[in-house]
């Protein structure tokens, strides 16, 4: 918890100037002493934030804010957690509560400013009311910053320069060094992140040695590259998608190799296609890979960031700056990237950075600016719910890029999954604090909140919510009963939703009772905090859910009728996946969009370079992962398990070998 001074901000400041600057708190207060605006003292009040109750505390003389201690420590590191100084400065010197959001950490920003109102009226006696502030305006990507050459304290060289240590950043890094360059690494956090664990390929040597078994996860590339074609409308560099299909099999069998040198990891295919008996609407596709420690690796408390890091600092080729900041692209005359201006966080200072070979880029999406959300995806603002986890990305190498030349994609896109829940009362929005839901991916019967079904309930994440954002709220309810053991495991799920044992018995991501214990079981329970509401009855259910009973229980019986026939004859959900409502105690839950990620960037191409409007690549700047384009567009195919995070690594790895040696 940090504290700023009053004096800092009101040396020689009026005392009548307070009441003047808090327009929303008028007149004098008959609760202040002596006719002034306040009564003395402190105030502390708290309001939910993103992942935490943000505490805020307030010392008033009769006239004047004194003093703003805030605690944000519980918000996300790297975001909603740096802000509480800036806030602290911004209230004292506005004398207000009503102050601008940060940009970037507006959840956190609109907890501080109700904590802040409601120390405020403690202190005041009068309401206080906020006015909804703007976060879309109509220039998101501003100008590249003017920085001094007086200003740029340190200055660096280096082969290759990697912007940002996170799934595509270390597959990078890694190889660069593996081909004998000198790697310098840029990040912003305190420590790297670790990788998405689902890695999607095609014809790894574990998917080929599953054939003879199991031949139906044999996979037609052909087939693949149209499903992802028609997953985007079209809107993709079909390409580059087939860089992917043909390339990452063999950064599979690399990473596998790597892994299991140590001792400490295996990988696994995690092998299921679904019930073949009755197919469903999409196809799904066995190419999710997975590390899972060994008995040592369990002892030796490994991370993947750990195995890399010892991988990197073995072939003695990589220097590491971590709390540092990418602040702008450099170019020679001819638009070439020479290398960066960087900003060390911890001090302020610039740091110039010269690269010989290339810069790659791996700095992720933009899911946590508000403002480039609000103007290129409000459709995903409506239909998400703020939970602690996920991206925390703010769209700055993408600016970046775009400042140097290149070219945006032309629709925008994000990785969303139906595994947020809200309470009752609450529906979706991206103001709306909900709670991680990793069961609201089983294909249940679904409701909105008229009480009606309203699609097929089985199919990509996606579709589910796309079909949510055309109802009321853009929510929805989740319903079962008490045999949702049995029928979660009928459902022959594929993929990181899956609850049970892959059918070549590779291991779920999360275990049914495991789910089930969290959503069920101790005070922080989805059914304890009144997310999950359980019933002996559908009537009182509706109630509970506040939905309207009368149209919620003619939606179940007709919804049992059609499981009971077999056959869905009004949304045409797969026989296997019909499962009746009828066993008391009923479950339900208002559910929405968890947004991991934008998947939308700038266009490259098939040699991982950046390129502009007109197809020209920008010399020297390569990049990978979330802050490219050209993949993904509309929808994210999640039947392809893994595959956001198999093109990460796969371009990750084809971007530093072309850097380095010209040719992958």
Known sequence: MKHISRRDFLKGALA????????????????????GVYKPGTYSATAKGIGSDVKVTMTFDANSITDVEIDVSGETKGIGAEIGEQMQDAILSAQSADVDAVSGATVTSDAIRQAAAACIEQASGEAVTLTEKSEAPSDWLGEAPEIAEADIKEELETEVLVVGCGTGGWIATMTAAEEGARVLVIEKRETPTGI??????????????????????RI????????????????????LIKVWINHSGELVDWLTDLMESTGDWYM???GGVGDLEHPERDKAYATGHSPHKTEQGVKNEVTTSSTFRDFCDATGNVEWRFQTALAKLEQDAEGRVTGVIAQDLTDGKYIRIQTSKGVIMATGGYATNTEMMLALQPMTMKMKANVPIGSTDD?????????????????????????????????????????????GEQPFLKVNLKGKRFCNESGPYEFMLHSMYMQPEHTYCDIFDANNKQYCEQFDEVGCCRLFAFPNGAESNMPYDYVWGQMTEGENSHLELGYLQKADTLEELAEKLNIPAEEFVKSVERYNELCAKGVDEDYGKSAHRMTPVDTAPFYGIR??????????????NTDMQVIREDGTPIEGLYATGDCTGGFFSQTYPNLFTGLACGRTMTFGRRAAKIAVNGKA
Request: some cysteine; glycine content about 10%.
């Open 591 to 604: 559910t929405c969009a968890w947004h991991l990620t934008t998947l939308n960037g700038c266009r490259i």
């Open 16 to 35: 009548g100037t307070a009441a003047a600057a808090l327009g929303t708190v008028t007149g004098t207060s008959a609760f202040a002493e002596d006719n």
């Open 268 to 270: 696994s295919l995690e």
């Open 395 to 439: 769209g700055s190498g993408i600016k970046a890029m775009l400042w140097a030349g290149a070219e945006l994609d032309p629709t925008h896109a994000s990785m969303m999954f139906n595994r947020c829940s809200v309470l009752p009362t609450e529906t979706a929005g991206y103001k709306t604090n909900g709670k991680w839901y990793w069961f």
């Open 220 to 239: 037609d590339k052909t087939e693949a590259l149209q499903d992802i074609v028609r997953y985007a409308g079209g809107y993709v560099d079909s390409d």
């Open 196 to 217: 998405r664990e689902d890695i999607g390929s095609i014809d790894s040597k574990l998917q080929q040695a599953s054939f003879e078994e199991y031949p139906e996860f």
